[in-house]
């Protein structure tokens, strides 16, 4: 079964990053990749604010707590800023969900929810990718 996870995913789609300040981390993204974010956005369910950055065909989001019982503050809150997590483009968010489960992993979520970039998410559990925070994330049709 090795690399089987990855065998019905498309490509990385982004890497996200926890940051304790949007607006300084954009500054920094900004000088590092000579150019501004494409999008932002606050992502409600979430209680996070979002940054992205395109780097050739890689996306990068940068993501700041809005609320202190987000994920993210809790996050910066023991780990400190950095890597958050890997999010894997599929075609089905749903038949992924059933395949994940069925192979043992921890999914995260019952149903996938909408999250930032006009997608809908899920996550894995780290516990069961090698600590790792895993997002499926499939774009929603407009």
């Given at each position: 079964m090795r690399g089987f996870l990855f065998e019905k995913m498309n490509?990385?789609?982004?890497i996200g990053i926890a940051v304790k300040d949007l607006e300084a981390a954009n500054e920094v993204y900004t000088k590092l990749f000579g150019k501004p974010p494409y999008k932002t956005e606050t992502v409600e369910s979430e209680n996070?604010?979002?940054s992205f950055f395109k780097v050739g065909e890689s996306k990068i989001e940068l993501l700041e707590a809005s609320a202190p019982e987000s994920?993210?503050?809790k996050y910066i809150e023991r780990k400190g800023e950095g890597i958050h997590?890997?999010?894997y483009a599929v075609d089905d968010i749903k038949?992924?969900?059933i395949r994940m489960k069925a192979e043992g992993f921890i999914v995260l979520n019952d149903e996938p929810k909408k999250g930032a970039d006009n997608k809908l998410v899920c996550f894995l559990h780290p516990k069961s990718t090698n600590g790792v925070l895993i997002e499926l994330c499939q774009e929603i049709s407009k």
């Open positions: 490509k990385i789609e982004h996070v604010s979002t994920a993210i503050a997590h890997i999010a038949l992924e969900m």
